[in-house]
């Protein structure tokens, strides 16, 4: 189950793969990045089951970004495996036939 907090996060495409943090707020809204992408975004949760729908904006100049865009609106779904992860699938509204890979890892101690 996702609890407010900070969380590793793995992104994969058949484009390539990348990481970041990301911050899920108790008040549904979430934020975070990488070295070269701003993540924001609102997030919930019934039961074990997660949705998010994020925008992730290049802030800085580097590798392309998983969907080879510098700006693009996600959408992802999944599943909580146990307190501390979770595994998503998703897509961008930009490029909907290419599979977006997701999964989460609370940080411990992340506030």
């Known amino acids: 189950m996702i ?11 058949p ?12 008040d549904g809204k979430l934020d975070g990045g990488d070295s070269t992408f701003a993540y ?3 997030w919930t949760q019934e039961g074990e089951h997660f949705k998010a729908t994020v925008t992730a904006r290049r802030v ?7 969907f080879g865009l510098d700006e693009i609106d996600i959408v992802v779904s999944g ?4 307190a ?4 998503c699938t998703g ?3 930009q490029s909907p ?3 977006l890979e997701v999964e989460l890892v609370r940080i411990v101690g992340g506030q």
Do not use: H
């Not at 484009?15 to 108790?26: D, H, N, Q, T, W």
């Not at 599943?79 to 146990?82: L, Q």
């Open 3 to 13: 609890t407010p907090g900070k969380y590793s996060v793995w992104f994969k495409t």
């Open 84 to 87: 501390t992860s979770t595994f």
């Open 60 to 66: 800085e100049p580097g590798p392309p970004g998983v």
């Open 40 to 42: 924001t975004g609102v």
């Open 97 to 99: 036939g290419l599979k």
């Open 15 to 26: 484009v390539r793969e990348a990481s970041g943090v990301v911050e899920f707020g108790p």
């Open 79 to 82: 599943r909580s495996v146990d």
């Open 91 to 93: 897509f961008a509204k």
